[in-house]
């Protein structure tokens, strides 16, 4: 298996604000948190007649 990827996740948005002319623009910031990713094995099976097979061409 590798390894689990980790990528950001917004968890608390900027806060927007109005402001009067001339006033300081107060600052703020996000707050990320991670979202853990791994690969894993996934597996399907299924029948298929061999009449269809036959009409598709393939075999």
Do not use: H, Q, R
Request: hydrophobic share 50%; net charge negative.
């Amino acid at each position: 298996m590798s390894e689990a990827l980790v990528i950001p996740k917004v968890v608390g948005d900027i806060l927007p604000a109005f402001k009067a002319e001339n006033d300081l623009i107060v600052e703020s910031a996000p707050v990320f948190d991670g979202v853990k990713l791994e690969a894993k094995p996934l597996y399907a099976m299924t029948s298929i007649s061999l009449e269809l097979l036959e009409s598709s061409g393939i075999v």
